[in-house]
């Protein structure tokens, strides 16, 4: 993103350059001459009209001396080489020839040596070479190599002063080293608006890797015919070193106080990294030959701070691979669900992006660690990043795209986010802090370049222009960008893993529910008889002899009992079992009403009992009436049970509502129970007296807490040995039917 | 006016059937009682086929009929009875082990007439026989126009 200055005004500025038709200037620079021949003929297709001038005679000349050119020409466009350089000898001058194919023919320049350079030969370049990249090898960082570079390339070039750019995401280029003899002004550490490169420009500089400016205030030299008579269009320059520049381009010069320029370009990963650009006050033509040793230096710094960022990027990388290891080791030893574990190991998630906060948005709910923005904040980027179906967004200034960021800009003024779920706006989110830092403008850049009556004009002023940045953090890197989308994918594998194993535990459940269903079918046929049949067979014995002894009706009557309290059992359990399964119809019950029935069941087991009961109003509940009904029976029955002992016993039945739940609550002066043993309660076969004391199948509260868990209620018991017991039970206003039975549900 | 047409009883316990027997034996009706030992047979008496093809005409006063059976279950004895428009008057009373409400809201959807489950307490058993007994074979009149009329 760019810095404080205005998107808009660059746009702008870039948009009047990219105009511009650098490619096909129609002339070139004067200081060689341009012809364009017939790759089969060799006969003169175009020409710059300084040809004569420059060459000493006309591009159909048949003088030796040129037709031994020509003859030269003809081998190379025969050959495999892509470029053709050679050396021409024309009376009384010796010319530099480079050539190169293009659609429109055989484009050939020719350019007699600069009398200002000195001739640089090859045979002095190799030990510079070796020395450049020794230099280089040994710099310890980036900066250093930059610096090799910049010192060779002044001693070799006899520019004033080189500079080298690198851009950023946005194309301002920073200086970020310079060589000067002190005649020009230094630019060390400056920032250049991306508009002074129009895009098409940075296009050009990525394929054609070196332009050579060598008077600022040249006269172009127009190609004759301007249009290429192979397909009637104008001659295309972009490899022609000659190559005339956008008057903008030369304005620029002359207002930066230079009076020739070269630049080399440097290219990283296929992209146009920064530049390597000389200057000289005054016009300066530096040598063909030291040009290709230019370009040469160009390509090998290119390939060195490529092999840097590379070795720097996968340090960096392997750096965080290990943190995202670390933190999804804790995560699959985490026996909570991945947001908790996620947060729990909040460290190492911040140290995956090196954040200073996170934050977990799953189910409108979220987590937050660190210094993050105000939770509403979180939630409602969450909601804007999931209507704009944004899977990753990274910033870093969150009040660029949410005004009111701004508030909070001191906690978090950048952040990533990585969507979490195709279906809901679940997001991981990191952020950073605001860091205020100055830049260091070459000029104003917000001053957009003056368009005078003829044409624009680039800026005036290079001098230093500060400007404070707010509200952004530093920038996130490719690393820690990529860093958040392997995680993503991480994360994305590890959601999927579980809702397989769920699906998986699913239907294992289901199929032992199926089981268990049908074994307690089963059971309630084939477990009943038998007990059915003893019971009838004794009382038919006991109805058919009236004559057994005493002893012998006891022991009848002993088998009849205890055979009709196994069928009891039977019975309760697979009431219990079925509770699970049997779906709830729930709708508003008058509990009045509904205890008061209770009651008058119950009233065979109050004969000869002195029971007094205080029942409140009780408030109308949601639920199921028939289980409410077996809620109710069953506390009471236990109230009257164990409050047998008492000469008179207290029964009551309360209520409270609290707005959304209603608890209710019965209570007796009975025995009780030790709270010790209060965990006991709710168990299936759980007592906390003996059988001979209190008869019971020890069902009962299991049943009432899963009829009350069925509800979305909840129960507990209170008690004290010789004290009375209280149970109360809550349900819901509007209760969330929960299937008791992991099976169903 | 007693009812003396038969009470089919249809059950292959041995011992329910001797229960439900001394249970109806208790009370003393005039009823023949006929047993069937599986849905099969009990067709077999509705229909007059089989070995009871040679049984005198007419309908049982009600089918007593135990819900698990060998060949034909119980419920399938009674969809057929229920589905057959000759056979749909006689009063249906489902016996039954189970408290599964999946037999119950079954039964009901077949139309039987009456459904009850076996408790195990030997006297809440003998009073619902009793009761079943006494209401379907004394007190039930057979709709108008019933074949056992005819």
Redesign the interface.
Known sequence: MADHVSEATIEATIETCASEPIRIPGAIQPYGALMVLDPQTLSCLQRSRNFAMIVGVEPDSMTPEFQQLRAEISRWRLGDAAQLLTRANMPGRLLHVTGHRSPQGLVIELEPPPATSPDFSLDGFYPRLRGFLERIRSAPDLAAIAQAAVADMRAITGFNRILLYAFDHDGHGTVIAEDNDGVLPSYQGLRFPASDIPPQARDLYRLNRIRLIGDSNYTPCPIDPPYSPVDGQPLDLSFASLRSVSPIHLEYMRNMGTGSSMSVSLVVDGELWGLISGHRREPWHVHPQTRAACESLGQILSLQIEAYLRAERSSERLALKGVESQLLAAMAASDKDFEEALIHSSDLLMALTRAEGAAIVTHEDIRRAGTTPPRDAIMRIAADLFARQQETFATDSLSETWPDAAEYADRASGMLAISISQIRPDYLFWFRPEVVRTVNWSGDPTKPMSAGKERLHPRQSFALWKEQVHQRCLPWTDVERDSATGFRSSIQNMILRGAEEKAELTDRLERANKELEAFSYSISHDLRAPFRHIVGFAELLSDREKSLDAKSQHYLRTISEAAHAAGRLVDDLLNFSQLGRASLRIKPVDMNALVLSVRRLLEPELAGRDVTWRIDDLPQANGDAVMITQVFQNLLQNAIKFTATRTRAEISITAEDDGDRIAYTVADNGVGFEMDYSDKLFGVFQRLHSAEEFPGTGIGLALVKRIVMRHGGTISGRGAPDAGAAFTFSLPRRPITRDAGPPHG | MADLRPILLVED?P??LE?TL?ALAKCQLANEIVVARDGAEALDYLYRRGQHAARPPGDPAVVLLD??LPKVDGLQVLEKVKTDSEQRQIPVVML??????RDLLRSYELGVNAFVV??????A??EAIQDLGMFWAILNEPPPGGRANA
């Open positions: 316990n011992r329910d229960l001394a819900l698990k039954t082990s189970s408290r599964e409400e076996k408790p195990v307490d030997f006297n058993f003998f």
